[in-house]
């Protein structure tokens, strides 16, 4: 068997039942989606061996030079107070290395026309962790330019310090010798003052006030020794620049390696974007999260045999019909899997009722499948009764290529169950026509009811014939196959939910939406039906002309034709279908 996920027995399906995977399941399925988009992982790895490549050309000629310098702190702040022994900061030292005042100086000493700006561009500032060491980075085009630049930064940020340093101590040396100004003139009065009266007569206000005028020029005097004699030398260089032997960066290779990883990680990361945000359903893993049903199975893809030429092909498209109704080989021992799926099945086995429909476009698929289904239940000994539920375009009839040649009324064959004796209810119309016994070769006869149009369908599907016809299903051994139109497209399945019970959807995970199967699962849910489960094929949903897999509906049969007796046989390589004798 193909079948995915979750045991199709167990009768109600609850959310929790129908999640197969586990976690690591669940991560290698959706590794496998990934490596869907193989075309987004292409590009990013293109994407980083290219930046790789590129950043590894760019730092094959750029030389960096290195100069290190210790930072003394000096013995007056900005503001002009003394500073504690040891006490700088790294930050501010490391912002006034790195500005422009520097730069134009360093611009200077190098001789050059370059802006300050530009050429603070390849410079790296930083400060080692726990020290006063300020390390000078240049990455330039040549090692002997790398290095000169190197050197001149740090040389033009010691000049600018001490040129600081030495304005604020000048600068407060001015300020105490305005202090002592005037202070001096007051100490020559007062000692003039003195000697005229002389020592004697000196009143004593007159000496305190010249030995305090004495004093504060003397601490004056002081300060600015002290000023003096303070050393305002910035830091000094412990490390010079060198030209540098190699090329600054990790080399061509490791970039190119790099960037490779970087691109494989860039593309799994769009792979994933992509993945999230695409509607459409890439596995069979999907189809159970949406449905909350398992896999009942996955049809395999039809050979496609057949000669060349124009005659050829016309002759392969005439007989295209009959050949996708009975399968045969691996395409019917997938059709017998699903049957004994469903046999055993507990929510199926109560009422023996299933309807069988497309989520949207045409129901070729949908149509073959019902045929071989009713075909596999009729091979297990059961009375099967195929109801053909699409009165909008019915082409099962044409198809099978039997409908002239039926004639209504009468019981279809002897010992048949209750739906294929005569109609009765005084009605007209579908489903009170005929009932056509199919004869399906070795795997057994099943009755069809076919569909034909009617003005009012809704009416038609509701009607109490249709009830009293779906309800003989309850008859021991009897299994009824619904085939209705797509789900999402008309109401008609809907209208039978609530007394076929049991969906199965036929569709191509290709061509449907994550939200078409979930919405699917919900009007089955509110119209009191089960979905029981995903028939997967690959065909296409048929909806457009000339895709693979898919083939016009033809038009229905003219009911006003006089009617033809002809051969009811159809063969499709040793398996045939036809209408038995009455």
């Known amino acids: 068997m193909s079948g ?178 005037p202070l001096t003139k007051e100490r020559d009065r007062l000692a003039e003052e003195i000697a005229s009266s002389g020592k004697e007569g000196a009143l004593d206000g007159t000496l305190s006030a010249h030995s305090s005028v004495v004093n ?147 129901i070729d698929t949908a149509l073959a499948a019902s045929v071989n289904l009713s075909a596999s239940f009729a091979e297990m000994g059961k009375e099967v009764l195929l109801l053909e539920a699409d009165l909008r375009t019915p082409s099962l009839t044409e198809r099978l290529r039997q409908a002239d040649g039926v004639q209504p009324g009468g019981i279809s064959r002897p010992g048949a169950p209750g739906w294929a004796r005569a109609p009765g209810h005084g009605t007209i119309g579908w489903p009170t026509g005929p009932r056509v016994p199919i004869d399906a070769g070795e795997s057994g006869v099943f009755d069809l009811v076919p569909g034909h149009r009617v003005s009012k369908v809704p009416r038609a599907l509701t009607s109490s014939a249709v009830t009293q016809l779906i309800g003989h299903a309850d008859e021991r051994d009897s299994v009824l196959i619904v085939l209705a139109p797509a789900v999402l497209s008309y109401a008609d399945a809907i209208a039978l939910i609530d007394r076929v019970d049991c969906v199965l959807i036929v569709c191509d995970p290709r061509e449907v939406r994550r939200d078409d199967l979930a919405r699917i699962r919900e009007l089955v849910a509110g119209a009191g039906g ?20 898919t083939t016009r509906p033809p038009a229905p049969p003219d009911r006003g034709a006089p009617v033809r007796q002809r051969g009811a046989e159809l063969v499709r390589e040793g398996v045939g279908l036809r209408v038995m004798d009455r």
């Open 4 to 181: 995915h996920g979750a045991p199709a027995a167990g009768g109600e399906r609850d959310p929790g039942a129908a999640q197969p995977y586990d976690e690591p399941d669940l991560l290698r399925d959706q590794f496998r989606q990934l490596l869907r988009y193989r075309w987004l992982i292409v590009l990013g790895v293109a994407l980083g061996l290219l930046g790789g490549g590129w950043l590894g050309i760019r730092g094959a000629d750029s030389y960096t030079a290195t100069t290190e310098i210790s930072v003394r702190p000096l013995p007056i702040d900005s503001s002009g107070e003394k500073t504690a022994p040891g006490e700088t900061s790294m930050g501010s030292e490391r912002r006034t290395a790195l500005s422009s005042v520097v730069a134009e100086r360093a611009a200077r000493k190098l001789h050059t026309d370059t802006g300050p700006q530009r050429l603070a561009a390849d410079l790296q500032v930083t400060n080692p962790p726990e020290t006063r060491m300020l390390r000078f980075a240049y990455t330039a085009r040549s090692p002997g330019a790398a290095a000169r630049s190197a050197n001149a930064f740090a040389a033009a940020y010691l000049d600018n310090r001490e040129k600081d340093a030495t304005t604020r101590v000048a600068s407060m040396v001015e300020s105490y010798e305005k202090q002592r100004a």
């Open 530 to 549: 089960c979905v029981l489960g995903a028939l997967l094929h690959s065909e296409g949903t048929g909806s457009e002309p000339g895709r693979r897999g």
């Open 216 to 362: 504060r020029i003397a601490e004056i005097n002081g300060s600015i020794s002290d000023l003096r004699a303070e050393d305002t030398t910035p830091g000094r260089v412990v490390t010079e620049a060198t030209p540098p032997g190699a090329p600054a960066g990790p080399g061509l290779p490791l970039m190119v390696g790099l960037g490779a990883a970087v691109g494989i990680g860039l593309g799994l990361l769009a792979a994933w974007v992509r993945l999230v945000f695409d509607p459409a359903v890439r596995t069979p893993g999907d189809v159970v999260r949406a449905l909350h049903a398992p896999v009942l199975g996955t049809l395999p893809r039809r050979g496609r045999g057949g000669g060349h030429g124009p005659g050829k092909q016309k002759g392969a498209a005439r007989r295209g019909r009959s050949r996708s109704l009975l399968a045969d080989g691996r395409l019917a021992e997938e059709y017998r899997s699903v049957a004994f799926r469903l046999a055993y099945d507990e929510t199926f086995a109560r009422r023996r009722r299933v309807l069988v429909v497309p989520p949207r476009g045409g």
